[in-house]
T-cell receptor, first 113, second 112 residues
Framework: AQSVTQPDIHITVSEGASLELRCNYSYGATPYLFWYVQSPGQGLQLLLK??????LVQGIKGFEAEFKRSQSSFNLRKPSVHWSDAAEYFC???????????FGAGTQVVVTP | NAGVTQTPKFQVLKTGQSMTLQCAQDMNHEYMSWYRQDPGMGLRLIHYSVGAGITDQGEVPNGYNVSRSTTEDFPLRLLSAAPSQTSVYFC???????????FGDGTRLSIL
């Protein structure tokens, strides 16, 4: 069955430290992959996407993600987090052109001073 | 630029009542979807539409109806609300099915 997993429910990181959020998917081919961020009380905002080509993808707010086919992973990274990065992050994928997006359970990021 | 607009933002219902959650987009997107968000479960697809007059079920469609009479609007109907439908509901749209979706700010629905 097709699925996407975010192994970390909650991550605490110090301001200025690096951040890596994990995302693993289960699918026989390369899906369309996305990372979204959700601030409290808000909708989801797209950080970046991967369809094909260069496996290192740059997004907004200083985030990047790396697609690794051998590991079925699409991990999100930021070299130095800011207090404003505290939010919930969702990895999502779709395997068709019908708009059926599947999400992981999300990772809550807390940033400490 | 409004994007995806959801109304109402908050709603409290009693078990058995019916209501419609409204969703409108002004980007001329063909693809629209409804999701529900529950703690620890991410977002789950309820129904989706690939254009006016065309809808289909997602992962958790039971208890919900949709219709798509225009490109702009995609309302979600709860026919007989149940406490299990207490959730935050998000509407989203995209130009193509495999393109990033634009999300509304959500409707927080409580059913007593």
């Amino acid at each position: 069955a097709q699925s996407v997993t975010q192994p970390d429910i909650h991550i605490t990181v110090s301001e200025g430290a690096s951040l890596e959020l994990r995302c693993n998917y289960s699918y026989g081919a390369t899906p369309y992959l996305f990372w979204y961020v959700q601030s409290p009380g808000q909708g989801l905002q797209l950080l970046l996407k991967y369809f094909s080509g260069d496996t290192l993808v740059q997004g907004i707010k200083g985030f990047e993600a790396e697609f690794k086919r051998s590991q079925s992973s699409f991990n999100l990274r930021k070299p130095s987090v800011h207090w404003s990065d505290a939010a919930e992050y969702f990895c999502g994928f779709t395997t068709d052109s019908w708009g059926k997006l599947q999400f992981g359970a999300g990772t809550q990021v807390v940033v400490t001073p | 630029n409004a994007g995806v607009t959801q109304t109402p933002k908050f709603q409290v219902l009693k078990t058995g009542q019916s209501m419609t959650l409204q969703c409108a987009q002004d980007m001329n997107h063909e693809y629209m979807s409804w999701y529900r968000q529950d703690p620890g479960m991410g977002l789950r697809l309820i129904h989706y539409s690939v254009g006016a007059g065309i809808t289909d079920q997602g992962e958790v469609p039971n208890g919900y109806n949709v219709s798509r009479s225009t490109t702009e609007d995609f309302p979600l109907r709860l026919l007989s609300a149940a406490p299990s439908q207490t959730s935050v509901y998000f509407c989203a749209s995209s130009r193509e099915g495999n393109q990033p979706q634009h999300f509304g700010d959500g409707t927080r629905l409580s059913i007593l």
